[in-house]
């Protein structure tokens, strides 16, 4: 009992610290760059720990009621599609930005002229919910490998390998929640300065664009994905 216990915390505390990996948050931080209350960015970070716990159920049940293993070639190439998907919505940040038409007027105010920036969005405040749900899947393909080699080496009857993905899974959901939180705050504080919020913005979609980019480099040139 002790020993089941022991993995199972394991598994929570894994789940919190996978969490704070580089990649995660800078997906999510392109998705969080228009929350406007700590409530939707919560349940931003809540979804992408959802769809991370999907994909890692489907492929743990898969693995461990057939005993397989994933290649590593193939945990590579999923690896390779995070780095597209963070280029991705990098550069989907960068393009709102521009549809957005934000751009400088200037105006007169008692005689006196002003200039002031304005974003001509739609709704900027809509959050994506199931966009972090499915970012959240393909970060979790990404993690299958390994994870299942943790999960193969550590427990060996199936009912106990989904309970510990599920619990792992739980420490995912509430580590991004609480990342989310965090991102969101300076965008919070920025909401009313539209020059800063936009700085944040973009610094966010190139944050993106650039681990990605270096994502891609170290799978497909240093450890040879395509040779």
Known sequence: MLNLLSILGLGLLLGLKH????????AVSTITSQTKSLKKAARIGA???????TTL????????????????????????????????LGGRVLWRIRKDQIHI????????AHVHLHAHANNPSHQHAHMS????????????????LLVLATVRSLPLGILYILIFGLGTMLGMA??????????????????????LS???????IAIGCATMAEIGMVQELFT
Request: aromatic share 8%.
């Open 105 to 112: 007027h200037p105006h007169q105010h008692d005689g006196e």
């Open 57 to 88: 159920l489907i492929a743990g049940g898969i693995v461990l009621a057939f005993g397989l293993t994933i290649p590593a070639r193939l945990g590579l190439g999923f690896e390779f599609i995070v780095g597209l998907m963070l280029v991705v």
């Open 47 to 53: 979804f992408w720990g959802l769809g991370h716990t």
């Open 19 to 26: 969490a704070l990996d580089a990649d995660h948050v800078v």
């Open 133 to 148: 749900f499915a970012v959240g899947m393909v970060h979790g393909l990404a993690g299958s490998a390994a994870l299942m």
């Open 178 to 199: 609480v990342v989310t939180i965090l991102i969101s705050l300076p965008f919070l504080a920025a909401s009313r300065m539209h020059r800063l919020h936009m700085g």
């Open 202 to 208: 973009v610094t966010a979609g190139l944050a993106s």
